[in-house]
Antibody
């Protein structure tokens, strides 16, 4: 069974940092691209970042470029999102999601809540 | 950036009725890289349709997708009680990936 389990969310002050993790199991992690998608409370879905299977290709939304860094460790079946210079508008549930090249994310974790507030 | 506009914002229907949801793109979506998701409160999105018209694994055949270019439709042929949820379209053909704002299908 495919499982994606996010962790690392919590309450952080504006300007602070947080590192999210996503532990994957039940599929060949190293063969899949991975993504972070977020959802602000009561709002719609927003793509944040993507990383290819070998980390050769990395993409960011303009809203997080220069502040967030996506990475992965295929030996540990894990995906990460380092978030720096956090703002109130970064408050959201952050989902990790897997996909094959040319396909949309088919497996999603349950999400981890990040709250940026003083 | 491709902007996706979904309509209507809310659809009030009864179980057994047909639901038709629209997703319009601000520019052509290459290779019909258009997906539909269902999301229920407190849950992650669930992939329903990819490539505009292909059902994802395990999705009932009452869900169907159609369209190309800039106009896409999700149809639920006969609403079941578990289908009342929010539906999002997403384009994954060009970066940045973008989502529509969602259509809520509620019980009338």
């Amino acid at each position: 069974e495919v499982q994606l389990v996010e962790s690392g969310g919590g309450l952080v002050k504006p300007g602070g940092s947080l590192r999210l993790s996503c532990a994957a199991s039940g599929f060949t992690f190293s063969s899949y691209s991975m993504n972070w998608v977020r959802q602000a409370p009561g709002k719609g879905l927003e793509w944040v970042s993507s990383i290819s299977s070998s980390s050769s290709y990395i993409y960011y939304a303009d809203s997080v470029k220069g502040r967030f860094t996506i990475s992965r460790d295929n030996a540990k079946n894990s995906l990460y999102l380092q978030m720096n210079s956090l703002r109130a508008e970064d408050t959201a549930v952050y989902y990790c999601a897997s996909c094959r090249v040319g396909f949309p994310p088919s497996y999603w974790g349950q999400g981890t809540l990040v709250t940026v507030s003083s | 950036e491709i902007v996706l506009t979904q309509s209507p914002g809310t659809l009030s229907l009864s179980p057994g009725e047909r639901a038709t949801l629209s997703c319009r793109a601000s520019q052509n979506i290459s290779s019909s890289y258009l997906a539909w998701y269902q999301q229920k409160p407190g849950q992650a999105p669930r992939l329903l349709i990819y490539g505009a018209s292909s059902r994802a694994t395990g999705i009932p055949d009452r869900f169907s997708g159609s369209g190309s270019g800039t106009d896409f439709t999700l149809t639920i042929s006969r609403l079941e009680p578990e289908d009342f949820a929010v539906y999002y379209c997403q384009q994954y053909g060009s970066s940045p990936w973008t989502f529509g704002q969602g259509t809520k299908v509620e019980i009338k």
